[in-house]
């Protein structure tokens, strides 16, 4: 920039910051490794989906890395933290932008991806998100997509699924966190589809992402004698509103979303986890040569337990992105790319792919958002005394 005198010395002065730490239309720096980054919440609430993520990643740099990486030059994943809030994953995707990173794993939660997720599609550094589930998160713009299955495709069928069990079911009573991108998005989705099996709620609660008493809000909820009680809310909230439900009496069915869907809640309703379903865009059972790779790394890497939908989800995201860079870089070679041309050029490939994961085969529609095919839904069994416990897949 040149300078343009005092009164604007201070526009001056962000221009050049802005073309000092943006590496874009430098060559791709591929020494070490074909530049990659993750941005996962490892710390705050949201870190018990980070911790089933984490895991997931770890598998799919092995895998690629065990298979030649990008045609002989190593996948190389820097993960950032980015705690559980929006500035914390604007400041790891900035810093990981800056890095030089050719693609982003991340942000863990909607509510972050709202904010970060516009950031990157600005700096055209293709995202795929492994476990955001809000209506609108592709339409961010061209650089945006996705491998978790959306509330609209997913959560409803754990609705279907209570009425299967209990044909009877009149009195819906609806739970959700008013401060959170997921849990506004999934209930409005969860809403609908029980006015649409004329089970119109007969109540609907709103509760913020750190209460931890929800006394006030339950009592106004059994005041109306709900018989199917159905939450939005992410992990902890969650846990712990469900632990006081049954405190306060509450015997009938419990249908959750994706906030609830980790085994990491165990710890938080214990006991009273029991019998909760929640839909699943994971099979452990599903029988193909992806499945059976990644079930064999994850229990040879955590000793014989059945791995959480999450695992699975940030595994496929690296794996989307391995697979697009070596189709990539054998018809137009990363070296000597410049970053930017390399970053649009992989989001094309990403999106143009079909994919073997272990959540089945799954593509892209031109706006980012994931093509699966095969959903589940789960029930929590929780062995005697409450400690841990299992997601079975309903048949
Ligand atoms: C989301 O934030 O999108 C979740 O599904 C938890």
Redesign the pocket.
Not at 108 to 111: M, R
């Given at each position: 920039g040149r300078l343009l005198g005092v009164g604007t010395g201070l526009l001056t002065l962000t221009l050049l910051a802005g073309c000092a730490t943006d590496p874009g239309s430098q060559p791709l720096d591929l020494a070490g490794g074909v530049p990659v980054g993750a941005v996962l919440a490892l710390t705050g609430n949201a870190n018990v989906?980070g911790q089933d993520q984490k895991i997931g990643l770890e598998l799919a740099l092995q895998h690629r890395n065990g298979a030649g990486g990008i045609n002989g030059n190593p996948l190389k994943l820097a993960l950032e933290d980015s705690g559980s809030d929006e500035p914390g994953a604007n400041a790891a995707f900035t810093l990981q932008i800056n890095r030089g990173v050719l693609a982003l794993v991340g942000p863990?939660?909607?509510?972050q991806a709202f904010s970060a997720d516009p950031i990157a599609q600005r700096r055209g550094v293709p995202v795929v998100a492994p476990?955001?589930?809000?209506t609108g998160i592709p339409e961010i713009g061209f650089f945006i997509s996705r491998v978790?299955a959306q509330s609209s495709v997913i959560a409803p069928l754990a609705i279907d699924r209570a009425l299967s069990i209990q044909p009877g079911l009149k009195r819906a009573a609806v739970f959700y966190a008013q401060d959170d991108?997921?849990s506004t998005a999934e209930t409005t989705i969860f809403q609908t589809a029980l006015k649409q099996k004329g089970l119109d709620p007969v109540t609907v609660q709103r509760t913020q992402l750190n209460d931890q008493d929800f006394q006030n809000q339950i009592s106004a909820a059994l005041r109306e004698k709900p018989d199917l009680i159905v939450l939005s809310l992410?992990a902890v909230d969650g846990g712990n509103l469900i632990r006081q439900l049954r405190e306060l009496g509450y015997k009938g069915l419990i249908v959750a979303g994706?906030?609830m869907n980790t085994p990491n809640i165990y710890p938080i309703c214990q006991k009273y986890c029991d019998g909760l379903l929640i839909a699943q865009a994971y099979s452990p059972e599903l029988d193909t040569p992806a499945n059976t790779a990644f079930l064999k790394a994850f229990q040879a890497a955590k000793g014989g337990a059945i791995p959480p939908q999450l695992t699975a989800q940030a595994y496929t995201a690296l794996q989307v992105i391995g697979e697009a860079l070596v189709r990539l870089d054998k018809r137009q070679p990363l070296k000597g790319a410049t970053l930017a041309d390399a970053r649009k050029a992989l989001m094309e490939e990403i999106l143009a792919g079909t994919y073997a994961t272990p959540l089945g085969e799954i593509r892209f529609t031109p706006e980012g958002e994931v093509v699966q095919s095969q959903f589940f839904v789960a029930q929590v069994r929780m062995d005697p005394g409450g400690r841990s416990g299992r997601f079975a897949l309903l048949k």
């Open positions: 989906y863990t939660l909607s509510q476990s955001n589930t809000a978790s991108a997921y992410q994706n906030g």
